[in-house]
Every structure is written in structure tokens, then in C-alpha cells.
């Protein structure tokens, strides 16, 4: 209301020029609607080895993380909601319906507020986000550039690290992108759990980045969590359920490099994408009446390069390797359940893409997967398309 | 504890690293277009930075960390809009933490909204493309409606920046006069483009078309937004092969493949059209540029 009256005295203050004030009515007003846009996939999937069989010896995984089901299946499709609430606020929801007959239903993926800028660079978001832990943890599972999340990702977060909780994150004011941030959360998503009196988890990120001259651009990451009170996360060991509890500290590293000619990406562009989490726990694990002390060092990383040479086709590779080094006090019991392990597992992808526009995806890839005993070859032919409103996709 | 003081080294930084406060108005703009203009009607009362580049399609911007880190300091944001970037700059709004130049905003301006759209589809349906709902974005090739945009840009650097009103008023008399005299006599130049036929890649020559009285008979884009195929440009090179236009026109970021294609099976002129001024361009250096590129090949 102010703003029209304030152009309309403008626009009479200002001498003759009066087409313009005939002109200013703001055309989109449909920008009060709330954009909704919907993700819709699917996909096939072939391995050798029963999926009910796979584990990551040496890491207390999220029992969530696995491959999915075999054969054909829906995907996970999702519903997002968004608008600018008033001036200060813009709010998010995204709910996901799991195509799993067995995990049917609705799940809320994100319901957040965020502030449009507090003044000094300042924003708060709150309620349920993805953590800005990590570079790929902040997108969503349908903008990856690959069918399934890199091994570290499984391994530590159960593919995603979700936060229920505040983040505030500064974007200083210097020539270079430089961004500070601290989440708190309640730490009970994986691999915090338990419930807590206040805070369960926290975490802090700084990101910087930049272009090198029109063609190219990159991003840096530094990021530490953590968690002081995890009650009884359950993981699942060679025999029977782990239950963890004790201190877990996250800390890790991100890199991105993308090139494009002239910095126009739309007819060819590269982009190399590196990221590194290094996980110390300390406390003890309980696995039926058995109990010992725990020490657990884990380190995984990935690296993947990416090359869209016209507007429809993108060829991906990624190689995925992870290390454990877990100690105890009783350590048959961490023997018998896989815990302390020589595995170092690792895998090879290979991914081609065609888009047939902006909105629609095609996607088939190939992994050779040694993160198990047995080596696995795994196939996956999925398809990925957005319809209703027009997303934004982060850097 | 380590982390603790690498915090407060960061946080010290922070607070020594803001600057000192400028008189000028920052604006950020999203094509070069807007950037020209601005600087035409800011002149040393404004400070100017673009977003993109005359090389890069506007459409497909990645929001990247050196783009959130200008928009973060601008007091004016200065783009197209009617979706034009939709792709990036909503993205890049939320993470600017700038609340000057959101939406609804004194700081927010949109070159679309200030004129009337030509271009608005009946239907909008994805199966014909990435079709604006809005209307056709590409204004930028109707002098006439940049002059409506330099009025409302002058309006709204007065409401930003009152106590400049003389220099933005007497700006906008001088830019307007000059511009005018330039429209007309780029009109008597053009006189002998009235009527030619192009081929373009994109919808986006709608605006430069009906000013100069050109005549678009096909795309070669099957639809807005989806590259050119061989099914389609078989279907283009029919039906002009008879009837050849004048010239093929796309713009200076498209890729030359399709036009290219055409050209060899028909024999016609290709225009790469610069969709933008260059960085430090003017509008008009930039104006008499395009416009050459057109007579230098009508016969």
C-alpha cells in the first residue's frame, strides 16, 4: 500500500513524464500465489547381490541407508510450497510421498521460515531444513547429478542430514562470497538421536567462494558438527542391532569447481565436485545383553566430474572410497558384529544424462560397488521430472 | 578449544571487513542493458554492477557465490523480470540477506512491469515450451519502451535518493532528448528493413520485429527453451526453402549449430546479434551496432 502511494507522489513530483504513472501497477500479482511445484521419478534398478544383504562394515550406519528396492519402482516424489510470506519472511514446505508400498504416507522433508535479511548480512531460518553440513546435503535428492548418495553421505547420515532446530548464518560484506552460519538442532535425526532438553546437536559452516575470471567459478566449504549427548542410536550390526551412545563429532571439507564458456553453462559446462567427513565417536555400544566401551574413527570421501557438452546430454564419473578405524573395550563382541573392520570400501560411477528440457530428466548409471564383501555391479535407469512452478537450482 | 578461536578470528573479521558507507546507490543489474541504462541516469550518483554478461544466456544463470556476494550490497536491483530469471533470481534474493531489494520493495525494479507486454500466451501449457506467462521478457529491442523503463528507473532512483532529484530530473531530460533524435533517425535508416523475413533460434526478436516492421516466418527452436532437432529444422528448412528469408538471427550466446545448418542449405546471411551491450557499452553505441549488423546485409 505505501509503496504504490509512495511512487504515485513520486511519479506527480516528477515534471511532465506522466506515461510512466499510468504504467507502474505492479503486472504479477500472481506472485502472491504460493509456488508449488512437483517432482515426480522413477526408476529401475539391477544388482547382483540381495540388497537386504548390503552393509558398510566398520561404520554405524543409519538403518534407513541402503539401496532401495530392486526391480522397478516409484521413486520419491515430492510436493514443495513456497512464497514470500510479508516482507521479512519467505517459508518452504516440501512434503514427500515414498513410493515404497511398505513406508507409504507423506513425510514432512522441510517446513521452514526464513528471514529476507536482518539487516549486516544476517538470516535466521527455523524449523525443519537440510543442514547446510556438506555441499550436496543442502540440495535435494532430485538435483544430484547421480541416482543414489555418495557413500560418505550413507554412511554418516543415512543419505541426508536433516535438522530440526535454527540456523543463522552471516554473509559478510567483503567483495568475496564469504558466509558464516550455526545451526542448532534437536538432535534427533541420525546420527544424533535420543531427546533432549534443548539442544541435541549443533554445527557450524563457513563457505567462500568466487569466480576466476568469466569462465570459471568455485565454492569451499569447512564444516563441524556436533552432538554431546546421542541416547541409544540404533544401527544395524552383522548379527543383531547396535545401540549407540556417547559423544559424535563430525567435522569436514568441501570443494566445487564449475566451468562454463563465457560463464554461459546452458550449451556446455564442467563441474568437479569434491567432499571429505571425518566422524570421532566416543562412548559405548550396547548389542543385546553385551556392552563395551567405543572409540570410533571414520573417514570417507568422494570426488565426481561431471560434463554437459550440449544442451541434453551429461556424462558423469564418481568415485566413492571410505576407512574406518573403530576400537573397544570387548573386542570379540566388536568382531562378531563387522564394527572393526578391514574393509575399505570403495566404488566406481558412471552416469549418462538427456534432458528434454529444464524439467525433464533421464538418467542411467553404472556402479562397480566394493564397499561390501562381495563386489557388486548395479544398474540404474531413472527418470526425473519437475512440473508447476519453476525451481531455482543452488550453485 | 581450537574452534573457539578460529570463531572469534572469523567473527573479528566480520566486524573490521564492513565498509564505510557509500553516498551512491548500489544497483545490481541483471542484464547490461539495465546496467547502461542505470549508469546513463545515475551517472556518478550510482554505482553499478551486472550480473550477467552480453556472452550468457539470461535464462540459464547459475547462482553463483560471486553473485551473492554483489547482490548482498546493492540498494537497487535492476532486472527484466516477467520470468525472464526465474531460474536464479529468486535463489539468489533469498540468499542475498538483503532486505532492500526484495520483492515489493522500493529497492526492487522490474523492467517488464513498467510496460506492456507484447507476447502473453492464451494458454499456458509447458507442452508449448518455457513459455512466460507474463508476456515476452526481451524488451530491451523497443526504444520506445526503454524510454518508458528510463522514465520509471528515474522515478524510482528519486524515491531511493531524494536529495539527487535536480541531477536524476535533468539526467533523464538529457538522456530523453538524445535518445529520441537517435530513435528517429535509426527509424529513416531502417526504412529499408521494413517488410525482410528472418529466421530466428528463440522468440525473443517479438519487440526489434514489430519496431522496425521485420518479419519473423520461422524458429528454429521447436518450441521456446527446447534446442533445435533434426525432425524440426527439416521441417524449418521446407518451409522456407522456396520463400528464403532474408536473414537467420539468433542471439550472441546461442550456440551457431542450427543457424549454421540453415544457412549452408539456403544461403543466407547469419546475424549473431549481441542481446546485450557489451560491459561498459552505452545503449546507443550499442543500438547502432545491432542496427549495422542488420543494413550491412539488406540489400
Same mark, same amino acid.
Given at each position: 500500500m505505501n509503496r504504490s502511494l509512495l511512487s504515485a507522489a513520486t511519479c506527480a513530483l516528477l515534471l511532465g513524464v506522466s506515461p510512466l504513472c499510468?504504467?507502474?501497477? @505492479?503486472?504479477?500479482?500472481?506472485?502472491?500465489?504460493?509456488a508449488i511445484s512437483l517432482i515426480l521419478n522413477g526408476r529401475y534398478f539391477h544388482n547382483d547381490v540381495s540388497t537386504d544383504a548390503y552393509r558398510l562394515d566398520g561404520f554405524l550406519a543409519n538403518p534407513d541407508a541402503g539401496l532401495g528396492s530392486q526391480g522397478l519402482s516409484l521413486g520419491e516424489s515430492e510436493l514443495t510450497m513456497s512464497a514470500n510470506v510479508d516482507p521479512r519472511f519467505f517459508a518452504q514446505?516440501? @512434503?514427500s510421498f515414498d513410493g515404497d508400498p511398505e513406508a507409504a504416507g507423506a513425510g514432512v522433508e522441510e517446513a521452514f521460515v526464513q528471514t529476507l535479511g536482518l539487516g549486516s548480512g544476517l538470516n535466521v531460518k527455523m524449523?525443519?531444513?537440510f543442514s547446510a553440513m556438506g555441499y550436496l546435503n543442502e540440495q535435494h535428492a532430485h538435483a544430484w547429478d547421480f541416482s543414489d548418495a555418495p557413500l560418505v553421505y550413507r554412511a554418516l547420515f543415512g543419505n541426508q542430514l536433516q535438522v530440526d532446530g535454527l540456523q543463522v548464518s552471516a554473509l559478510l560484506p567483503t567483495d568475496r562470497f564469504m558466509q558464516l552460519g550455526v545451526e542448532a538442532s534437536s538432535g534427533s535425526h541420525f546420527p544424533a538421536s535420543g531427546v533432549n532438553n534443548g539442544v541435541g546437536a549443533w554445527s557450524l559452516f563457513y563457505n567462500i567462494g568466487d569466480d576466476w575470471g568469466l569462465s570459471h567459478s568455485w565454492q569451499l566449504g569447512l564444516n563441524y558438527w556436533q552432538a554431546d549427548s546421542v541416547m541409544d542410536r540404533q544401527s544395524v550390526g552383522l548379527q543383531s542391532d547396535l545401540l549407540f551412545s556417547g559423544k559424535s563429532r563430525i567435522g569436514s571439507l568441501d570443494f566445487v569447481y564449475k566451468w562454463a564458456p563465457n560463464g554461459n553453462p546452458i550449451n556446455q559446462n564442467f563441474k568437479l565436485q569434491f567432499e571429505y567427513f571425518d566422524r570421532h565417536e566416543e562412548g559405548n555400544l550396547q548389542v543385546m545383553q553385551a556392552a563395551s566401551d567405543y572409540r570410533g574413527e571414520q573417514r570417507g570421501w568422494y570426488l565426481e566430474g561431471l560434463?554437459?557438452?550440449?544442451?541434453?546430454?551429461?556424462?558423469?564419473?564418481?568415485?566413492?572410497r571410505l576407512s574406518s578405524d573403530n576400537r573397544g573395550s570387548n573386542g570379540a563382541l566388536l568382531a562378531r558384529e563387522a564394527i572393526v573392520s578391514q574393509q575399505q570400501p570403495q566404488r566406481y560411477s558412471l552416469m549418462l544424462s538427456w534432458a528434454g528440457s529444464e524439467f525433464s530428466h533421464i538418467r542411467m548409471q553404472y556402479n562397480r560397488d566394493d564397499s561390501y564383501q562381495q563386489g557388486d555391479n548395479q544398474l540404474f535407469l531413472h527418470y526425473i521430472v519437475s512440473v508447476g512452478s519453476h525451481g531455482a537450482h543452488q550453485y | 578449544m581450537k574452534y573457539q578461536s578460529s570463531l572469534s578470528v572469523v567473527l573479528l573479521g566480520f566486524f573490521l571487513s564492513v565498509p564505510l558507507a557509500t553516498a551512491e546507490v548500489r544497483v545490481f543489474a541483471c542484464e547490461p542493458e539495465w546496467g547502461a541504462l542505470s549508469r546513463e541516469l545515475g551517472g556518478s550518483e550510482v554505482t553499478v554492477v551486472n550480473a550477467t554478461v552480453a556472452e550468457q544466456d539470461p535464462h540459464h544463470i547459475q547462482a553463483r557465490p560471486s553473485l551473492i556476494a554483489k547482490i548482498r550490497r546493492a540498494d537497487l536491483l535492476v532486472c527484466t523480470g516477467a520470468e525472464l530469471e526465474v531460474g536464479w533470481l529468486p535463489l539468489l534474493l533469498r540468499k542475498s540477506a538483503n532486505g532492500a531489494i526484495q520483492p515489493g520493495q522500493v529497492g526492487h525494479f522490474m523492467a517488464a512491469e513498467q =510496460? %506492456?507486454? +507484447?507476447?502473453?500466451? $492464451? +494458454?499456458? *501449457?509447458?507442452? +508449448?515450451? *518455457? =513459455?512466460h506467462a507474463a508476456g515476452n521478457p526481451h524488451i530491451q529491442f523497443d526504444p520506445h519502451r526503454l524510454e518508458q523503463v528510463a522514465r520509471a528507473l528515474t522515478a524510482r532512483l528519486i524515491e531511493i *535518493? $531524494?536529495?539527487?532529484? $535536480? %541531477?536524476?530530473t535533468a539526467r533523464l531530460q538529457h538522456f530523453l532528448s538524445s535518445w529520441q533524435k537517435a530513435v528517429s533517425a535509426w527509424e529513416s535508416r531502417a526504412e529499408l528493413l521494413r517488410g525482410k523475413t528472418m529466421v530466428v533460434?528463440?522468440?525473443?526478436? =517479438?519487440?526489434?520485429?514489430?519496431? +522496425?516492421g521485420l518479419k519473423v516466418v520461422a524458429a528454429l527452436e521447436p518450441k521456446p527453451g527446447i534446442p533445435p532437432s533434426g525432425a524440426h529444422l527439416a521441417k524449418v528448412l521446407s518451409l522456407v526453402k522456396k520463400d528464403k528469408p532474408d536473414f537467420i538471427v539468433h542471439a550472441g550466446y546461442q550456440s551457431e549449430q542450427a543457424s549454421r545448418w540453415l544457412a549452408a542449405k539456403i544461403d543466407r546471411p547469419i546475424l549473431s546479434v549481441p542481446f546485450s551491450p557489451a560491459e561498459? %557499452?552505452?545503449l546507443m553505441a550499442w543500438y547502432e551496432r545491432v542496427l549495422g549488423l542488420f543494413l550491412a546485409v539488406a540489400k
Open positions: 499510468a504504467q507502474t501497477t @505492479l503486472q504479477n500479482k500472481n506472485s502472491l500465489n504460493p514446505t516440501t @512434503l524449523g525443519r531444513f560434463y554437459q557438452w550440449n544442451p541434453q546430454w551429461t556424462v558423469g564419473v564418481r568415485y566413492d | =510496460v %506492456e507486454l +507484447l507476447g502473453k500466451p $492464451a +494458454l499456458i *501449457d509447458r507442452q +508449448l515450451g *518455457d =513459455v *535518493d $531524494a536529495s539527487h532529484k $535536480a %541531477e536524476y533460434q528463440h522468440k525473443s526478436w =517479438v519487440y526489434l520485429s514489430s519496431w +522496425l561498459d %557499452e552505452s
